[in-house]
């Protein structure tokens, strides 16, 4: 029978094969599934040479819900995902930081909001295609390291956990293309995967800030490379374009490569410096939230800086209201404000926060 | 959930209707034996153009209108584009203004943008907060410069009715050119293009149980428009290209039973359609009813909620086997903010709301009671997790 005994889960369908095979895998274990594509943004219907933003995607998610037999609808959710994570993508930007928006994607706009859907429709759970398991209750990573994506998830109500389901977690991505063709999902099995951020045409972040904020200002008007030293060493084009860690664009001439280890706002000075210099012992981070009961002041942890960097071993020394610092048993590179720190106990996420900016000297633990 | 079809309830006849059986049974010898090109000598052309004649015929008697005076479209929207773009690129030196209102189908609403982006003037007639447009601000707009006045006679969202007639007078007065979008009219409220004051209309096939592609739009004699497309000299040149003589003849005869019907059919949705606003005014004492203070047609119910968003609500319909609408969707089949709502100055967090339930042929009296119980009960259910909506629940009882 069609309906599904394990109840009603509202799956949040992108048109691409992950979260395609999702809906795949819980009509088969006997769900009563409902597709739904959030559409987050459009460039414009005044423009009319070009289609209606992301219409393949969600016509590609319509058909692989008409295949499997079950319902799809599309969701606006232009202006809270404007003001949620475009908006602050903007800000961090403009603030020399590199944000993700896709973890503020996941914080508030598919596990907050998309759950107020699926209240409306009485649905008792939420699914993804997030490469990421939850096992008793607690996120876990998934089981294929190369497409892990519990970086992205830290920000989640804990209370959403308990009735998220992330099937393709189990799987590694040739398992996933495999049942996307075993299920008969020809329109997405063989779908290239995209690494841009959805709203940022050609990866150009620098247009969106300047869509936004205007071309004028600072994040996009010239300013100077220096060194640590305050030394001036040339002169860049607008900061937004620059991430600590960053190589490509820097002036050259000198003995070792040279990295952006630091970018000053106020001054629009882009600091750069040999790898030394990006080395960071401790690491500061706010807007914490936990997905398991918050760890203690000297406890030993797992962290990581950014996606797919392998975990470094640290110790929190300090926890004052959100905000966290640790120290880490060996230095680590390039620790970016605006990306996010992840806290784990091996597979087991325990939780997270933004990152605020790297400590040179090994912090230590407070009396 | 739903299993067969006779569980699911169609309530969105304002979006299309489905093909009547007299119809399809009409249309059917068009698309076998009798193909022919109605622009050909031979006896297959004779035949079909015969029947184009005909329907073209059948199309003005139930307009009151004479056969030389119907020219058939692809649908409502190229009637529309045809009206507006023909009259004014005819008319433009003389007369380079256009007076529409803001909440137009987009068919018009876009048509009037691009007289602008042409180089000439849009002016936007006031919408009353009760839904109709304001004719004594028509009165004002119209004047010596304005090439052709488009008004909708009937509001594809609300179901509000327009003094067409009325409005089309101060036109005629001051030698403009009266045109009406009437899609959502035709068949519902009562058209004689023989008296009323109205050069140019739009008429679409599929509301009325014809088929998706098949329109029409009356030009009154004497009235010059220029053609939106270039090519053959198919109905006088108006609308190049060879006929669709088999939807032709499909919309003559829907139209005819449509205006055949019109009264009883109206009776019977405007009993039906109160029954289930009643029922949910009853149950959801705060649901807004838009255009309940005006003229309706009786097959269109607009209904906000606050405090539910409609696109949660038609989720929550649909999947209940009950399928309405909200006022208006973009390409993707996302719900977009209604302009029609806007322009009668409700507020965002109610026009986020509205529900469009539309009524027609599949609409049966055991239908429409499944939906009186079950759309306040889903309302209620999503009020649950709603905790904005507690608070104001909470508020209405202190």
Redesign the interface.
């Known amino acids: 029978m069609?309906?599904g005994s394990k109840g009603r889960v509202l799956v949040a369908m992108s048109g691409g094969v992950d979260s395609s095979v999702t809906a795949g895998l819980l009509v088969e274990q006997g769900y009563?599934v409902?597709g739904?594509t959030m559409?987050l943004f459009?460039h414009g219907?005044d423009v009319p040479d070009r289609?209606?933003c992301?219409?393949d995607s969600?016509n590609d998610a319509?058909r692989v819900c008409d295949t499997l037999g079950v319902?799809h609808?599309?969701?606006?959710m232009e202006s809270a995902f404007g003001r949620d994570v475009v908006d602050d993508f903007v800000r961090e930007y403009a603030r020399g930081r590199t944000p993700i928006p896709c973890v503020r994607c996941n914080t508030f706009t598919k596990f907050r909001d998309l759950v107020?859907?699926a209240?409306?429709?009485?649905a008792r759970w939420v699914a993804t295609g997030h490469y990421a398991r939850v096992l008793d209750g607690r996120l876990h990573r998934g089981l294929d390291p190369a497409k892990d994506q519990s970086y992205f998830l830290w920000g989640i109500d804990r209370a959403v956990l308990s009735r998220l389901l992330l099937p393709v977690g189990a799987l590694t991505k040739p398992e996933t293309r495999a049942r996307a063709r075993s299920m008969g999902l020809r329109v997405v099995a063989e779908k290239v995967e995209s690494q841009d951020i959805c709203f940022v045409p050609h990866g150009d972040h620098a247009r969106v800030v300047a869509a936004r904020l205007g071309s004028d200002a600072p994040a996009l008007a010239r300013g100077n490379f220096v060194r640590a030293d305050g030394s001036v060493v040339g002169q860049h084009d607008g900061f937004v374009r620059y991430t600590v860690g960053q190589r490509r664009g820097l002036p050259g001439g000198f003995a070792e490569p040279m990295f952006v280890t630091e970018i000053r706002a106020a001054t629009r000075e882009v600091v750069i410096g040999p790898r030394a210099e990006l080395l960071g012992r401790g690491v500061v981070a706010r807007e914490l939230r936990w997905l398991v009961d918050a760890p203690l002041v000297g406890e030993h942890v797992e962290i990581q800086v950014r996606h797919r960097s392998t975990p470094a071993p640290a110790e929190i020394v300090r926890m004052d209201g959100d905000e966290i610092e640790l120290a880490l048993d060996e230095p680590v590179a390039a620790i970016a404000p605006g990306q996010s720190l992840v806290l784990y106990r091996g597979d087991l996420v325990l939780g997270g926060g933004v990152i605020e900016g790297a400590r040179r000297a090994l912090p230590v633990l407070a009396a | 959930?739903p299993?067969t079809a006779s569980d699911f309830i169609y309530l969105d006849h304002a979006a299309t209707t489905p093909v009547r059986r007299e119809v399809l049974d009409a249309m059917l010898p068009f698309l076998g034996d009798r193909f022919g090109n109605p622009s050909s000598m031979h006896r297959w052309g004779r035949e079909a153009r015969v029947a184009l004649d005909e329907a073209r015929e059948r199309v003005a008697a139930t307009l009151g209108a004479r056969t030389d005076e119907i020219c058939f479209t692809s649908g409502g929207t190229e009637a529309d584009n045809l009206a507006i773009l023909g009259a004014w690129h005819r008319r433009r030196e003389e007369r380079p203004a256009v007076v529409t209102s803001p909440f137009e189908h987009k068919a018009v609403l876009a048509t009037a943008h691009q007289v602008a982006r042409e180089g000439g003037e849009e002016r936007l007639v006031r919408v009353t907060p009760e839904g109709t447009v304001d004719a004594e601000d028509a009165e004002r707009l119209i004047d010596e410069a304005v090439a052709v006045v488009s008004i909708m006679w009937v509001n594809n969202e609300i179901g509000t009715i327009q003094d067409v007639p009325r409005i089309g007078a101060a036109a005629r007065a001051r030698g403009a050119l009266m045109h009406t979008d009437a899609v959502q009219a035709f068949g519902k409220v009562a058209i004689d293009l023989a008296a009323q004051p109205i050069d140019l209309l739009s008429i679409s096939g599929h509301k009325i149980g014809a088929p998706k592609g098949i329109g029409a739009i009356f030009v009154r004699r004497g009235v010059q428009i220029e053609p939106l497309f270039h090519g053959g000299s198919q109905d006088r040149g108006r609308r190049p290209g060879t006929e669709n003589v088999a939807f032709a003849v499909g919309l003559a005869t829907a139209a005819e039973l449509a205006v055949r019907d019109r009264e009883k059919e109206q009776a019977r949705l405007r009993a039906l359609r109160d029954e289930l606003e009643l029922a949910v005014l009853a149950a959801v004492p705060d649901a807004v009813i838009h255009g309940n203070g005006a003229p309706r047609v009786a097959h269109i119910s607009s209904i906000s909620v606050p405090g539910?968003?409609a696109?949660?609500?038609?989720?929550?319909l649909?999947?209940e086997g009950i399928a309405a609408s909200a006022g208006s969707a973009?390409?993707?089949?996302?719900?977009?903010p209604s302009h029609v709502l806007a322009a009668m100055g409700v507020r965002p967090e109610i026009a986020t709301a509205a529900v469009r339930m539309s009524l027609g042929s599949l609409s049966t009296p055991e239908a429409i009671r499944h939906v009186a119980e079950r759309f306040p009960a889903l309302v209620l259910?999503?009020r649950d997790?709603?905790g904005l909506a507690a608070e104001s629940a909470a508020l209405s009882l202190a």
């Open positions: 069609a309906g009563d409902v739904v559409k459009c219907d289609p209606c992301s219409l969600i319509r319902p609808y599309v969701l606006n107020h859907k209240d409306a429709i009485g | 959930m299993q539910i968003d696109e949660s609500l038609l989720m929550a649909d999947l973009c390409q993707s089949g996302s719900v977009t259910k999503a997790f709603s």
